[in-house]
Nanobody, 114 residues
């Protein structure tokens, strides 16, 4: 299983970015797909996830600003990030779970300038 994250870049505070996670397998085959991030010197943390039934879950720090969604026809999960803050700067990773198996993609760097 391959997960390909894209869409990172440099943006000013208050701006927006949309990350994409394209999978090599049907999105519906995963129990959940999520986004994690890791800032320099910090542990990797959950940002948002979407379950197979469509329910979503967000970290408190991004609630109301980030939205996770999926397009089953494209086998892609998106993370729309609005009102970005410098503290959102991190490498963002796509993650997928299927029963006991966990899959990770390579990260995409998001840099938010103040």
């Amino acid at each position: 299983v391959q997960l390909q994250a894209s869409g990172g870049g440099l943006v000013q505070a208050g701006g927006s970015l949309r990350l994409s996670c394209a999978t090599s397998r049907r999105i519906s085959s995963f129990n959940l797909v999520g986004w994690y991030r890791q800032a320099p010197g910090k542990q990797r943390e959950l940002v948002a996830r979407i379950f197979s039934g469509g329910s979503t879950d967000y970290a408190d720090s991004v609630k109301g600003r980030f939205t996770i969604s999926r397009d089953n026809s494209k086998n892609t999960v998106y993370l729309q990030m609005n009102s970005l803050k410098p503290e959102d700067t991190a490498v963002y990773y796509c993650n997928a779970w299927n029963l006991g198996d966990v899959f990770w993609g390579k990260g995409t760097l998001v840099t938010v300038s103040s």
